[in-house]
């Protein structure tokens, strides 16, 4: 008895018919917004279009930002906060899930435990690192004051220049780890435990196999990890916003931050659409960069 073939366009009928709403959706609420604001970008549009009539401006928006310092400093401070948060939180996410990788009691209960501040509300986390960065009798303080004996004076966290993007650094790389961590963990499991077996039999330490096998074996995870990083730093906005609202000083206002104020306080969409437009290329590019760097050259 001949075998019936299997119904190949049921199949993708159906799996099309499962991907649509999926589709419709981020068509309705990201690409289309997204096609529009180049279209904003261009004119003079307000939030509330009266009473001024709303006009083709062509480049002026743009010729606008790239002639404002705010812009550039904005630009400066995202970029600084992405170089000191990678490695602090990709490092960090590494470190637990090495840690979690092991046949540890109680194993599961730890990773939803470490993974507990990636689904904890922005707005939340923001609310405890403020009373931890509290002047000048915060913990954060009180711990200064221990280890240096009294000899360091209270430190104005998220008030001192100095110290507002660090404090921000610090707060958003705990708050976020968890993804990464899930990421490592994942690529950590997909490692074949037939290179650890090979790697103990010609002697190698334990620093060893982990230099030689393991950081190998996540290249791909790495890059990954470090894309998807860098994108999500470039977006920094609600802790600066509830936090420090781009002060002090302007040392931790970013471009998301920008484009915030020029929108939604100066009722400027036109030029709020503009920044959005510059904000993805530069995180293209960046990310291009990125791929072309760590690109496989086998």
Not at 158 to 169: H, R, Y
Request: net charge positive; hydrophobic share 55%.
């Amino acid at each position: 008895m001949p075998r019936r073939k299997p119904p190949i366009w049921g199949g993708r009928l159906q799996e099309l018919g499962m991907l649509l709403p999926a589709c419709i959706l981020i068509a309705l609420f990201l690409l289309l917004p997204f096609l529009s604001s180049f279209e904003i970008a261009l004119t003079n549009q307000r939030l509330i279009p009266r009473p001024v009539p709303v006009r083709f401006v062509g480049l002026g928006n743009f010729q606008q930002i790239l002639t404002d310092s705010a812009f550039w400093t904005a630009l400066w401070n995202v970029t600084r906060f992405t170089v000191m948060v990678l490695p602090i939180q990709c490092g960090f996410a590494l470190a637990i899930a090495l840690l979690l990788n092991q046949k540890l009691p109680f194993r599961n209960f730890f990773r939803g435990l470490f993974f507990l501040p990636a689904i904890t509300s922005m707005v939340v986390v923001c609310v405890i690192w403020s009373t931890l960065f509290q002047y000048p009798t915060g913990p954060f303080n009180q711990i200064v004051g221990f280890l240096s004996f009294g000899l360091v004076s209270p430190i104005d966290w998220l008030g001192d220049p100095t110290w507002a993007m660090p404090s921000i650094v610090l707060l958003s790389a705990w708050q976020a780890y968890g993804f990464q961590m899930i990421v490592y963990l994942a690529g950590l499991q997909n490692i074949p435990e037939t290179l650890y077996e090979a790697a103990e039999l010609d002697g190698a330490n334990a620093w060893q196999r982990f230099w030689n096998v393991t950081m190998p074996s996540l290249r791909q995870t790495h890059i990954f990890v470090l894309i998807i990083t860098t994108i999500q730093a470039f977006k920094l906005f609600t802790q600066v916003n509830i936090l420090t609202q781009g002060g002090p000083r302007g040392t931790t206002d970013t471009l998301v931050h920008y484009m915030f104020t020029a929108g939604f306080v100066d009722q400027r969409l036109g030029l709020a659409s503009a920044v959005a437009i510059l904000l993805f290329l530069i995180v293209l590019v960046v990310s291009l960069v990125q791929r072309f760097v760590v690109r496989d050259r086998r």
